[in-house]
């Protein structure tokens, strides 16, 4: 289904807004989302204390109150011990899967075995807690190959994938070495998106959701069902949207948001 990448409302003085972030959840919910990316790049989770990470998790949680799964990031340094650490506190809030950017566990310039060796070494500091990858694309993108997807799939630790290639392809190719594990693909480009959840994606986690999720809902509905002209003018439009909704984000979804009567704020701690 639709799991939106979650925005962090803030009051006007730059604190986090819990009830915002409580409204914000219920809004999320009611467009038929079936599930939540909490402490995630929309998130600002590079300008969230980890306090305030956990704040913002837990918040989601107990607003959710076990209606759908909630994943949330867990890894913000390439210290193993300081990962695990973390990664352990955001399991202990209620989370389906503590999600690993996968540019923070080693430099750009280093190679796939690297990255590699070192989730392995950060899957065994973590016990059996199930997680997710990211393909963060701050302050890096690292893409993951098919061949380390299919590895990280058969070990059976990971649930949740949010796949940033935009490449049809390339996600044909991941989901092919992945289709009968317990991992799930999540695509979060939506010129792609239609194509491949009918090629066997889980769904999609794309930004737009966070301005009209009951549109993602639909698509992701409709689309095994055959093409009407409903769903082409869905699909069309949320396409030629995607081309606007990145300017100025997430300051331009907290207005839209606005728009449409959620009482948050405007404020970013991202400078836009």
Request: charged letters at 20%; one cysteine or more; glycine letters at 8%.
């Amino acid at each position: 289904g639709i799991w939106p990448v979650m925005l962090t409302p803030f009051k006007d003085d730059g604190k986090i807004d819990v009830d915002g972030l409580r409204s914000l959840t219920e809004f999320y919910l009611a467009s038929g989302v079936t599930g939540l990316f909490a402490n995630c790049l929309s998130s600002e989770m590079f300008h969230l204390s980890p306090e305030e990470r956990l704040t913002i998790t837990s918040t989601v949680i107990k607003t959710v109150a076990g209606r759908v799964p909630v994943v949330a990031t867990g890894t913000f340094t390439d210290d193993l011990k300081e990962n695990s650490e973390f990664i352990n506190r955001i399991h202990d809030l209620g989370t389906a899967g503590v999600v690993i950017s996968s540019n923070m566990l080693c430099g750009e310039s280093e190679g796939e075995e690297v990255f590699k060796r070192k989730l392995e070494d950060l899957m065994l500091a973590t016990g059996e807690i199930p997680l997710g990858i990211y393909e963060c694309p701050v302050p890096y993108k690292r893409l993951i190959s098919p061949e380390v997807t299919g590895w990280m799939a058969e070990s059976g630790r990971f649930n949740y994938f949010k796949d940033t290639s935009c490449d049809g392809e390339e996600i044909r190719a991941k989901l092919k070495v992945s289709m009968h594990t317990g991992m799930r693909l999540f695509n979060a480009n939506t010129p792609t998106g239609m194509q491949s959840i009918l090629d066997g994606a889980a769904g999609l986690s794309a930004i737009g959701a966070n301005f009209y999720p009951e549109l993602y809902v639909y698509l992701y509905n409709k689309a095994s069902i055959r093409e009407s002209d409903e769903l082409r003018i869905v699909r069309q439009f949320l396409t030629l949207a995607d081309l606007v909704v990145h300017a100025v984000y997430p300051f331009s979804a907290k207005w839209f948001l606005g728009q449409r009567g959620l009482k948050i704020s405007t404020f970013t701690r991202t400078e836009v």
